[in-house]
């Protein structure tokens, strides 16, 4: 075990994403292909986008105001309070997360959609790795159970209904019954910015320590 | 991960990872604690220290095709790289990080378990380096801690190879002399 395997983990992903096919590709094929996708998600992100205004934005829970979702430029966030940090964050994460992410899609991104925006973006690399036991490249995790698809699609509608606050770590409490857990993410300098807060950990015994009588 | 990459010099781990991204972490594990070790006797916090020892790897994986073997020894590479990270982080007043971007790697989220471990790193032979004389320092730094030659050194000097030996030899005695005091 090293001192700091999520590092270790992050090094391993960034060489295999350095000899991703992708990148063998010649650059003028690259380029056309770039622009048919660009062209298809710019079509296809309007329809999503009038969908999401609709039907999927996630309402902000009465304890819990969240402002409106309009984008997710991090810059937004320092004039946020820490909960409503919290509450944006774990709002967006669920109905990526209930969409059963492709292990893939702990590497950061989905190889299959590069531009499309995943749960692992909102998480911490180990609990990612832990939900689906896969481990980045392409390492199954043993002793590992991967949580159940019924338990990841609750989240498809679920939205945070309470945070709770504790030093650098926070918890949010959805309206489908389940906790997870954010750390607060230390900001260095990195561009472009990580959100302000990672989930490290879903279900278990968050919501005992966080919200519990003995809390 | 395979262990059969813990067996394969530091060359082979570099030359390797282009097509095998494994092996690179075999290379990450043999060196972390001796890259966290020199970040953490430099500033002294185990996050910055981690944040550094992030960087210089991301910027070792990055460069890793153009390590050529003959110039200088896989360690003394990564110091190098591990120096220059340190330097112009600096100079900026923050950790740099650019290698990470452009690797998009995720943002480092320290465990309580983590910052222990870095922080069990015992980094006072490095500090007590810092109190030798100017000339023994740079030639222990180089030597002990860069594992360059003594050829390497002398003409980084500018003296003799037998000088070179003579301040390692000094600052060595110096530096046992002072860990048996403490």
Not at chain 1, 107 to 123: I, N, Q, T, W
Not at chain 2, 63 to 83: D, M, N, Q, T, V
Request: with cysteine; aromatic share 6%.
């Amino acid at each position: 075990v090293t001192r700091i395997p999520q590092l270790e983990q992050e090094l391993v992903a960034a060489a295999a994403r350095r000899r991703s096919p992708r990148r063998l590709v010649r650059p003028a094929v690259r380029a056309v292909l770039a622009a048919g996708a660009a062209a298809v998600a710019v079509a296809l992100g309007v329809v999503v986008a009038a969908d999401d205004d609709a039907e999927r934005r996630p309402q902000p829970a009465p304890g819990v105001q969240s402002p409106p979702a309009t984008n997710d430029d991090s810059s937004l966030y320092p004039s946020l309070s820490s909960r409503q940090q919290v509450a944006r964050i774990a709002n967006r994460w669920a109905p990526l997360f209930a969409a059963a992410p492709n292990p893939d899609a702990c590497a950061g991104y989905d190889p299959l959609h590069p531009s499309r925006e995943v749960a692992a973006k909102y998480m911490a690399q180990p609990p990612c790795e832990q939900a689906v036991c896969k481990r980045v490249p392409d390492e199954t995790i043993e002793n590992c159970t991967p949580l159940s698809p019924e338990f990841q699609r609750s989240f498809e509608n679920a939205t945070v209904e309470d945070v709770a606050e504790r030093g650098n770590r926070a918890a949010a409490r959805f309206s489908n019954g389940a906790t997870v857990v954010l750390q607060k993410v230390k900001q260095s300098g990195l561009e472009p910015r990580p959100p302000p807060w990672l989930i490290t950990k879903i279900g278990g015994d968050a919501y005992r320590r966080f919200f519990g009588p003995d809390s | 991960m395979s262990p059969v990459w813990d067996e394969t010099p530091d060359e082979g781990l570099l030359a390797a990872t282009r097509s095998e991204p494994a092996a690179f972490g075999a290379f990450y594990r043999r060196h972390e604690d001796r890259i966290l070790g020199y970040f953490l006797s430099r500033v002294g916090d185990p996050e910055v220290a981690a944040d550094l020892t992030a960087e210089t790897f991301a910027a070792a994986l990055s460069s890793a095709p153009r390590f050529r073997p003959r110039k200088a020894p896989a360690a003394a590479w990564l110091f190098g790289i591990a120096r220059n990270t340190l330097a112009m982080s600096r100079r900026q007043g923050r950790v740099e990080a650019r290698a990470r971007r452009r690797l998009r790697m995720a943002p480092l989220v320290l465990t309580d378990e983590a910052i222990e471990r870095i922080t069990a790193l015992d980094p006072t032979a490095l500090a007590l380096v810092d109190e030798l004389p100017g000339d023994q320092q740079d030639a222990m730094r180089a030597r002990v801690i860069d594992e360059q030659d003594y050829a390497d050194i002398a003409m980084d000097l500018r003296c003799s190879e037998a000088v070179v030996r003579k301040r390692v030899s000094r600052g060595l005695g110096t530096l046992r002399a002072r860990m048996e005091g403490k």
